[in-house]
């Protein structure tokens, strides 16, 4: 079973992605792997935003 990611390990793992995807020399596949990465969690970011401004 995987370990839930917290909001800042979530985020520093954007930002990882973001840094990498600038690389011109990455390939499509890998690019598209890692936008999959991102939206999720992104998504991820947003639910535990929502969940805190409703506590």
Same mark, same amino acid.
């Given at each position: 079973? %995987?370990?839930?990611? #917290?909001? *800042?390990?979530? +985020?520093?793992? +954007?930002?990882?992605?973001?840094?990498?995807?600038? *690389?011109?020399? @990455?390939? @499509?596949?890998?690019? /598209? *792997?890692? /936008?999959?990465?991102?939206?999720? /969690? %992104?998504? +991820?970011? #947003?639910?535990?935003?929502? #969940?805190? +401004?409703?506590?």
């Amino acid at each position: 079973m %995987a370990e839930e990611k #917290t909001f *800042d390990g979530a +985020l520093e793992r +954007l930002e990882q992605i973001a840094n990498i995807v600038q *690389d011109k020399d @990455l390939d @499509l596949e890998k690019s /598209l *792997d890692f /936008l999959e990465e991102g939206i999720k /969690l %992104a998504n +991820l970011c #947003t639910e535990k935003i929502d #969940t805190s +401004l409703k506590n």
